[in-house]
């Protein structure tokens, strides 16, 4: 194996990329893609294939291709690594992708063992509040490309939930996801600048700026980055900031008033 197998949550349920399962067989995803469409059956029998399209950007000339990939839950994958692999190696194979499964999934329960399970009304109060910025935003994003604020507001839903600690409404959390995302992005998978292109964004204070959108096919990419990398070592960061700025915005405004009562009290005397 080149690297490890990173399993992705998608409409509730783990799954892995067909494109990352053909890489870490060894084979092209076409190889793969046609051993879906000889095993359909099977893999249906019990859920349904989650079917997706990347845009891909060509590097030789101006141009785009259309990419099918599929999102394949633990049996799918078993299914097809035992039909792409004989002997030995499918057996081992089976357990690589068994221990993969695993492991996502202890990822999460110790995400849910880290929460303190807050009132329910309070876990997506920060989900509530990116809600409206994230729609308002959605139809500017350009044909092709994903905003880092629409994949976010995804992934959070279930992200809130489980670490079980909500940010107060007013934490714009889709900046520090932007910066840190674009640094990895660079550093880390090496995208370059060219294959990124800017929209314009609506702030809640009604500024318009520029940012940033990515080509599709850094959807999963940014799935796993935000929920293996962002969430487990950034994101307790953030909620300290936010947890400070909140508490100096109190203690002003609670000194604004104790001044302006004081004020009140000798304009009466």
Same mark, same amino acid.
């Given at each position: 194996m080149s690297q490890a197998i990173e399993i992705v949550l998608a409409d509730g349920e783990y799954r892995l990329d067909s494109r990352l399962l053909a890489q870490q067989l060894g084979y092209d995803h076409k190889v793969l893609l046609q051993s879906i469409r000889r095993h359909r059956a099977r893999l249906e029998a019990k859920a349904a294939l989650l079917q997706n399209e990347a845009v891909l950007k060509h590097q030789t000339y101006r141009g !785009? !291709? =259309?990419? #099918? /990939?599929?999102?394949?839950?633990e049996r799918q994958c078993l299914i097809l690594?035992? #039909?792409?692999?004989?002997?030995q190696e499918a057996d081992e194979w089976h357990d690589t992708l068994v221990d993969a499964f695993l492991q996502a999934r202890e990822r999460v329960r110790q995400l849910e063992? *880290?929460? *303190? %399970?807050?009132?329910?009304?309070a876990i997506h109060t920060l989900t509530d509040a990116l809600r409206s910025r994230a729609l308002s935003n959605l139809a500017s994003v350009p044909e092709g490309y994903f905003s880092?604020?629409?994949?976010?507001?995804?992934?959070? /839903? %279930?992200?809130?939930?489980?670490?079980?600690?909500?940010?107060?409404? %007013?934490?714009?959390?889709?900046? #520090?996801?932007?910066? $840190?995302? #674009?640094t990895y992005a660079r550093e880390v998978l090496h995208v370059p600048d060219c294959d990124r292109?800017?929209?314009?964004?609506?702030?809640?204070d009604g500024r318009t700026v520029?940012?940033? *959108?990515?080509? $599709?096919? /850094?959807? !999963?990419a940014f799935s796993k980055w935000i929920w /293996?990398?962002?969430f487990p070592r950034h994101f307790p960061a953030y909620? =300290?900031? =936010? *947890?400070?700025r909140v508490a100096v915005s109190s203690s002003r405004y609670g000194l604004l008033a104790e001044r302006t009562h004081t004020d009140r009290h000798h304009l009466k005397g």
């Open positions: !785009t !291709t =259309r990419q #099918s /990939y599929y999102l394949l839950d690594a035992g #039909s792409l692999k004989k002997g063992q *880290a929460g *303190a %399970n807050p009132p329910p009304s880092v604020m629409g994949e976010l507001f995804k992934h959070l /839903y %279930n992200l809130e939930a489980l670490i079980g600690h909500a940010i107060d409404e %007013n934490a714009m959390i889709e900046i #520090s996801v932007g910066q $840190l995302w #674009s292109c800017t929209y314009p964004h609506r702030c809640p520029q940012a940033y *959108a990515y080509p $599709l096919h /850094y959807e !999963t /293996y990398d962002y909620q =300290r900031y =936010r *947890a400070h």
